[in-house]
């Protein structure tokens, strides 16, 4: 097995004579002293086995010259064209930057961003997709978006490959009808919270895992009659009957000014039903969840991204309210 350790510089040297028809030309166009030129061209004929050069008074190429001038002329192109790749993505000039976000920050924060940053990256296709938060945390690592923006869970997002920062907490409160039976409190007691099936989102989605791990916390039984993966989708069947849901503060913005619906939130353990057969004092209803945004440390050094992600910080602290604990400060832009 024959290894090949020619550098790049020698091949740069080998189309600079070849083009000139002279070391010394070769030498003065690159730079470099004539014997440099020669000391690259005579180490590239020992890797390659054969002369590639006539040195008469015109330098000429050999056949085995013109066999190798092509190859040679190709390397060098093609490094030339990754440097001008990776300069551009550094000057920020990339075709397009993909976020996957989950569902009520897309539909309830997202928007500013969007607007600012297309409007101070113009030339770059922005493309966000809606995702549950394990699937958005998915295709972050296999490096099919460029940021994340999840409901956190620590078993997944703790990684050195990650770059993760909280943006908000939020409380988890009850969709209902605006008629159903529990719409009469205005904090809904667990023990009755309960009683009432419910529909959460798919397997996948992180508020059906924190719905679930809470209720078995509590030794209830989670009774889910439904699956959906739409905000759209979850208001237009609360609409028609007993069902109930329990969401995150900012999947029922929408929500909170439709007169169909109802919102409520969720009584604290001391104002509980002391009756309950799950001692409901002893049950924390005070549910959160954390909402972060995440990438990779690599990505971070490509200014869209960068400025992207600095707009997150920048404009969901701004829309939140008392609801929405915002744990970030502020950041100055980028651009």
């Known amino acids: 097995m024959i290894i090949v350790f020619m550098r790049l510089e020698q091949l740069q040297s080998f189309l600079s004579v070849a083009e000139t028809g002279s070391f010394q030309q070769a030498a003065r166009k690159s730079g ?17 086995g054969l002369p590639l050069f006539h040195r008469t008074t015109q330098v000429k190429l050999t056949i085995g010259g013109e066999r190798f001038w092509p190859y040679a002329r190709k390397i060098c192109q093609a490094w030339d064209s990754a440097k001008e790749e990776l300069a551009s993505l550094l000057m920020g000039k990339q075709p397009e930057l993909c976020v996957a976000v989950i569902h009520s920050v897309c539909s309830s924060y997202l928007p500013p961003v969007l607007q600012k940053f297309c409007y101070a990256y113009p030339e770059v296709q922005l493309r966000v997709t809606s995702l549950g938060s ?14 994340a923006i999840i409901m956190n869970n620590r078993s997944f997002t ?14 988890i409160q009850v969709l209902m009808a605006s008629n159903h039976p529990l719409a ?14 419910q ?16 209720f078995t ?15 759209d989708g979850f208001r237009g069947v609360i609409r028609q009957g007993e069902l109930i849901a329990l969401l995150p503060y900012s999947a029922l913005v929408e929500a909170k000014t439709d007169p169909t619906l109802a919102v409520r939130e969720l009584a604290s ?7 309950s057969e799950l001692m409901a004092e002893d049950v924390n209803t005070n549910w959160t969840r954390e909402v972060v945004i995440v990438t990779t440390p690599d990505r971070m050094q490509i200014p869209p991204i960068a400025y992207f992600w600095q707009l997150v910080h920048d404009c969901i602290p701004n829309q939140s309210n008392g609801s929405i604990h915002a744990l970030n400060p502020q950041m100055p832009l980028l651009k």
């Open 199 to 214: 529909v959460v989102f798919k397997d996948g989605y992180g508020m059906q895992r924190l719905v679930q791990e809470n």
């Open 217 to 231: 916390k509590a030794g209830a039984k989670l009774n889910a009659v439904l699956e959906l993966n739409t905000l």
């Open 134 to 147: 394990d699937r958005a945390l998915k295709v972050l690592k296999d490096g099919l978006v460029d940021i």
């Open 184 to 197: 009469q409190y205005s904090q809904i007691p667990w023990d009755e919270l309960i009683r009432y099936p």
């Open 269 to 275: 353990p001391s104002k509980s039903s002391a009756s």
């Open 32 to 48: 470099l002293t004539q014997s440099t030129i020669s000391r690259q061209i005579q180490g590239l004929e020992e890797e390659l």
């Open 158 to 171: 703790v990684s050195g490959e990650l770059l993760v920062d909280v943006l908000y907490q939020e409380s």
